[in-house]
C-alpha cells in the first residue's frame, strides 16, 4: 500500500503563486509515476501533471502547461506542483496520486489517492 498526504492548498487571487506538497509513504518503490488531478464543482476528474518515478520525465495537461511544473525529491518522497499564474478556472479540489503501471493523467489507472487539498483562486 502507498499513502499519500496532500498540503499546500488556500486561496490565492488570479496571477498568484502557490505550490502543493505530496507525500508518499509505504511501498513508493512500487509506483511508477505520481500524478496531480483536480475536480472542480459539477466537473469530472482530470489529470494536469506527472512525473515518472525516475524524476526526470514529466508531462502535463494542456490547460496548465506553461503555468505549472511538477517536481520530485526521492530523498523526501514528496512530490511538488508549483502553479503559477493562476486563473479563477484553477479552483477545484486538488489531488495526489500514484499509478503502478501505466500512467497518462486518466482516473481509471490510478492505484492510490490522497484524499485532497482545496484551491480556490479569485477574481
Known amino acids: 500500500q502507498v499513502q499519500l498526504v496532500e498540503s499546500g492548498g488556500g486561496s490565492v487571487q488570479a496571477g498568484g503563486s502557490l505550490r502543493l506538497s505530496c507525500a508518499a509513504s509505504g511501498y513508493t518503490y512500487s509506483t511508477n509515476c505520481m500524478e496531480w488531478f483536480r475536480q472542480a464543482p459539477g466537473k469530472e476528474r482530470e489529470g494536469v501533471a506527472g512525473?515518472?518515478?525516475?524524476?526526470?520525465?514529466?508531462y502535463y495537461s494542456d490547460s496548465v502547461k506553461g503555468r505549472f511544473t511538477i517536481s520530485q525529491d526521492k530523498a523526501k518522497n514528496t512530490v511538488y506542483l508549483q502553479m503559477n499564474s493562476l486563473k479563477p478556472e484553477d479552483t477545484a479540489i486538488y489531488y495526489c496520486?500514484?499509478?503502478?503501471?501505466?500512467?497518462?493523467?486518466?482516473?481509471?489507472?490510478?492505484?492510490?489517492w490522497g484524499q485532497g487539498t482545496q484551491v480556490t483562486v479569485s477574481s
Open positions: 512525473v515518472y518515478s525516475g524524476g526526470r520525465n514529466t
Open positions: 496520486a500514484a499509478a503502478r503501471s501505466y500512467c497518462g493523467l486518466v482516473p481509471y489507472l490510478i492505484n492510490y
